[in-house]
């Protein structure tokens, strides 16, 4: 019996974020999915190494990878909106959790249980972080747009990083102060010159 999980998956390259705003590079959902999992496994990292704690990084990763995957049957709905009122936000993630359902029906009935584990997480800590990485990933796509002229996203700049520091979450705030300065930085000040 064949699957479409993966087929289905793969067409996030085609959902385009950040809808109501002008982009100078478009930014696809599979493309800020895999940056949310390397920010996510950073700040459980950093979170284990530095904060005396003991989150699974790994997962963190895998969680982050599939955590708007929902998006490819509902679209990415823009943050103003999903946030409007309690009431859409609570009918938005009903629409989340029915889609992630449908998904989870694409996948060989073996594989289900593994990715109940992945959409039903119910790790606080690892939500946490997960929401984090979301975060400074759209914090990312905005000192970018920034910094190719497009003030487009001043606002959403100041108000991404206003929402970071109100997490309170301490692997995020060094996650900031240690590697976002790099973000606006030209490829040849990044290398080891030897």
């Not at 073996?110 to 972080?129: G, M, Q, R, T, V």
């Amino acid at each position: 019996m064949s699957s479409h999980f993966y087929s289905m998956i793969s067409r996030m390259k085609y959902i385009k974020r950040w809808g109501l705003m002008r982009n100078t590079r478009e930014e696809s959902l599979y493309e800020h999915s895999l940056e949310v999992a390397f920010i996510a496994h950073a700040l459980a990292l950093i979170n284990n190494r530095r904060l005396g704690g003991s989150i699974n990084a790994d997962r963190a990763a895998v969680v982050a990878m599939f955590h708007d995957t929902t998006e490819i049957l509902t679209g990415d709905l823009p943050t103003p909106i999903k946030y409007y009122s309690p009431e859409i936000s609570s009918v938005y993630k009903q629409i989340e959790s029915v889609a992630g359902e449908q998904l989870q029906e694409l996948l060989p009935e073996d594989l289900k249980p593994d990715f109940s584990e992945i959409y039903e997480c119910n790790d606080e800590e690892i939500l946490a972080i997960v929401k984090a990485a979301d975060k400074i990933s759209a914090l990312i796509k905005c000192i970018d747009e920034i910094s190719l002229g497009n003030r487009e996203f001043s606002a959403a700049e100041k108000a991404t990083r206003k929402a970071i520091k109100n997490l309170k979450l301490r692997e995020a705030d060094i996650f900031l102060e240690e590697f976002l300065p790099s973000f606006s930085l030209p490829i040849d000040n990044m290398t080891i010159k030897k």
